[in-house]
């Protein structure tokens, strides 16, 4: 089992920064990436970010490139989510998820993932 814990969000006003953190534990090497999801109120729950524990390749939805950052600590089972610019729209529960597969192709995909954290709430106000 993977446990996962997010922490970081909070109130911020439009075009503010938040970074939400995700603290892995347990049989973390069975996980080969991590990844961001969100899910606003009456909508679905959306991929945002994702990447790998080794190397260095990173995935985005169009909605956030250039404007999120993910990155991950190994030392210390964390990953990140930089979140700059942010907009009225980014609003929602933001939760991290651990994968249990090398193939990219399905780190998009909110059901190939096999551990999720609690979620934490992220509000931009106008």
């Known amino acids: 089992q993977v446990q996962l814990v997010e922490s970081g969000g909070g109130l911020v006003q439009a075009g503010g920064s938040l970074r939400l953190s995700c603290a892995a534990s347990?049989?973390?090497?069975?996980?080969?990436?991590m990844g961001w999801f969100r899910q606003a109120p009456g909508k679905e729950r959306e991929f945002v970010a994702a990447i790998r524990w080794s190397g260095t390749t990173t995935y985005y939805a169009d909605s956030v490139k250039g404007r999120f950052a993910i990155s991950r600590d190994n030392a210390k089972n964390t990953v990140y989510l930089q979140m700059n610019s942010l907009k009225p729209e980014d609003t929602a529960v933001y939760y991290c998820?651990?994968?249990?597969?090398?193939?990219?192709?399905?780190?998009?995909?909110?059901?190939?993932?096999?551990?999720w954290g609690q979620g934490t709430q992220v509000t931009v106000s106008s």
């Open positions: 347990g049989r973390t090497s069975s996980t080969y990436a």
């Open positions: 998820a651990a994968h249990r597969s090398d193939y990219s192709g399905s780190y998009y995909i909110g059901a190939t993932y096999s551990y």
